[in-house]
């Protein structure tokens, strides 16, 4: 049997539609698939996927938010984050406690464990953040970022 080879139609990363003549949405599909895969691989050393990564850092900026407002938040599904807070809970990394009113709503925090482990992620991650904005000066930054935002906004209206 004849050994495949890689197609010579679609363009590498950069050229083509897959270039500043892509359609938008796509680009913005590429550019986050990259981040992801950079994070994916960095995160590993750190023992935590990009989902876990994330979840954390959500919990360190809301403590005590509860496993629907994360998903919310994150835009994952109720599932997904179900299966991202238990698996962050076995590996002591989070604490569940009950809601003060609500004796059904979980309240989420981070431990001692969790919060060592964030650190040590984030040092990960910031260097893949250093290495997209050394793209931009700081006055495109700003523009990209207020841009960002507002797609959010408007796509989502949240």
Known sequence: MAK?????????VGAGKRGPNGHIGYLLRQAQASVRLAHDV???EAG????????????????GASGAELART????????NLI??????????????H?????????????LGKSRLRQAKILSDKIERQILALADADTE???????VEVAVELMGD
């Not at 935590?48 to 403590?63: E, M, R």
């Not at 994150?74 to 984050?81: R, S, V």
């Open 4 to 12: 495949r080879r890689p197609s010579q139609v679609v363009p590498v």
């Open 74 to 81: 994150a835009q994952l599904t109720p599932q997904t984050m």
């Open 100 to 112: 003060e009113t609500h004796g059904r709503v979980l309240r989420l925090t981070l431990t001692h």
């Open 42 to 44: 960095a995160l590993a």
């Open 85 to 98: 807070v238990r698996k962050l809970q076995r590996e002591g990394l989070i604490a569940r406690d009950e």
């Open 48 to 63: 935590l996927t990009t989902p876990q990564f994330l979840v954390l850092n959500l919990l360190d900026a809301y403590p």
């Open 142 to 148: 700003r523009k990209v970022r207020r841009w960002l």
